[in-house]
T-cell receptor, first 115, second 114 residues
Framework: AQKITQTQPGMFVQEKEAVTLDCTYDTSDPSYGLFWYKQPSSGEMIFLIYQGSYDQQNATEGRYSLNFQKARKSANLVISASQLGDSAMYFCAMREYQAGTALIFGKGTTLSVSS | DSGVTQTPKHLITATGQRVTLRCSPRSGDLSVYWYQQSLDQGLQFLIQYYNGEERAKGNILERFSAQQFPDLHSELNLSSLELGDSALYFC?????????????FGSGTRLTVV
């Protein structure tokens, strides 16, 4: 079974609009972390935001926020005021702490921002 | 610069050959992880080392091996290369094996097998 599911292969948004990238996860581990990474066309993996399973509030980092719905096992990334430089592949990932697993990635969503 | 250094950045080699990819983790990080990113398989976890010892194995082929040295740098050895091994290989590091820490990734080594 897929541990991390990203159902949107591609998303298109105009500059200055907000966009939500979907991510659902599957785990029975009570202690886990959820991560989002950005991979521009140059290839590097850039860490964006982190949410712990015990965190009461949704994580925010500048224009990035994570809409964490624990009961639904979803961890959607919200990018506000999109910029052309946001065009990239975005990966949702999870780490299970009790199980001690390494970071597991979804298949990714390609975001294209147009002017 | 993420602090994780991977060399070489690009590598082109023939089928059947053997190559070594090198990774220096971020200063102070004890864990090193290797990932393979290909178009059809996405980002696949290969193997993890912590302070010189193997800690976890993922989808790593028997033709592949890795080690972490006393200075904490790591090498991924790929042998009997096949066309399907062409991929972007990432190294990542983190301070510890567990805990609420994320990974810092290197810029990757793009391997092309011809």
């Amino acid at each position: 079974a897929q541990k991390i599911t990203q159902t949107q292969p591609g998303m298109f948004v105009q500059e200055k609009e907000a966009v939500t990238l979907d991510c659902t996860y599957d785990t029975s581990d009570p202690s886990y972390g959820l991560f989002w990474y950005k991979q521009p066309s140059s290839g590097e993996m850039i860490f964006l935001i982190y949410q712990g399973s015990y965190d009461q509030q949704n994580a925010t980092e500048g224009r990035y926020s994570l809409n964490f719905q624990k009961a639904r096992k979803s961890a959607n990334l919200v990018i506000s005021a999109s910029q052309l430089g946001d065009s990239a592949m975005y990966f949702c990932a999870m780490r299970e702490y009790q199980a001690g697993t390494a970071l597991i990635f979804g298949k990714g969503t390609t975001l294209s921002v147009s002017s | 610069d993420s602090g994780v250094t991977q060399t070489p950045k690009h590598l082109i080699t023939a089928t059947g050959q053997r190559v070594t990819l090198r990774c220096s983790p971020r200063s102070g990080d004890l864990s090193v992880y290797w990932y393979q990113q290909s178009l059809d398989q996405g980002l696949q976890f290969l193997i993890q080392y912590y302070n010189g010892e193997e800690r976890a194995k993922g989808n790593i082929l028997e033709r592949f091996s890795a080690q972490q040295f006393p200075d904490l740098h790591s090498e991924l050895n790929l042998s009997s290369l096949e066309l399907g091994d062409s991929a972007l290989y990432f190294c990542a590091s983190s301070p510890a094996t567990t805990g609420l820490d994320g990974y810092t990734f290197g810029s990757g080594t793009r391997l092309t097998v011809v």
